[in-house]
């Protein structure tokens, strides 16, 4: 997250990949938290989003975005806009208890 923002042309990311730390449902869109290697940032996922892969946005799912809108009200807050036109892939995480065999 934190490197990504050092090279925004135009206030957008050209790829990512984030996991879901947390979301929280709001009336209207869902707030979140967002983890990479790098740190964590604040941000939105989309309602059309939460309607459409409800079942997939969880905490622990890993989201492939691209061209991303970072949106900075200040020098040090940071907030990642997830919309339908960004998000590439989802990667729900694996079942508790579950693993794969090579």
Known sequence: VQAALKQLPKNKVPSMAVMIKTLTRT???A???FRDPTGEMQGTVHRLLLEERQ???RPGSVLLLKQVGVFSPSHRNHYLNVT????LKIYPPEPEGSFSQP
Do not use: I, K, Q, R
């Open 27 to 29: 009336n209207v869109d």
């Open 31 to 33: 707030g979140a938290v």
């Open 55 to 57: 079942s997939e946005l």
């Open 84 to 87: 339908p036109n960004n998000l």
